[in-house]
């Protein structure tokens, strides 16, 4: 009995915990392509009122897109870009471009 209420538990704590994208480093790179016109070509956006991209967290990343997709964010330029992705796009457009550099940190 206490045996099964352990691994019962094991599992709800499992499931319980959140997932976080892994993504393809290679892949989202092969993905990229249409993000380059606005984020600029690694993520590196030259325009202040786009957002770069490089170097974000790769949770936050996915979560951005997953938002755009669900409609929490508004955005219809985002919208319409992020209308077609699979979960697992955005884990590879995430992976690939936070692996990137391009933020720094300013004091």
Same mark, same amino acid.
């Given at each position: &009995? *206490? ?8 599992? /709800?704590? +499992?499931?319980? %915990?959140?997932? !976080?994208?892994? +993504?393809? $480093?290679?892949? +989202? ?7 380059? @016109? ?5 993520? $590196?956006?030259? @325009? ?5 991209? /490089? +170097?974000? !967290? ?5 979560? @951005? ?5 669900? =409609? *929490? *964010?508004?955005?219809?330029? &985002?919208? =319409? #870009? @992020?209308?077609? %992705?699979?979960? /697992?796009? &955005? ?7 936070? /692996? #990137? !550099?391009?933020?720094? $940190?300013?004091?």
């Amino acid at each position: &009995m *206490r045996k099964t209420f352990l691994i019962l538990a094991a599992i /709800a704590l +499992g499931m319980s %915990l959140p997932t !976080h994208a892994k +993504g393809n $480093v290679e892949a +989202g790179k092969a993905k990229s392509t249409p993000c380059a @016109v606005c984020h600029g070509a690694d993520g $590196v956006s030259a @325009v202040p009122t786009f957002p770069k991209l /490089a +170097g974000q !967290h790769r949770d936050y990343l996915y979560q @951005v897109l997953r938002d755009y997709k669900a =409609g *929490r *964010r508004k955005n219809p330029i &985002m919208a =319409g #870009q @992020v209308a077609n %992705l699979s979960d /697992a796009d &955005m884990a590879d457009l995430a992976a690939y471009f936070s /692996a #990137q !550099h391009g933020l720094s $940190v300013k004091y």
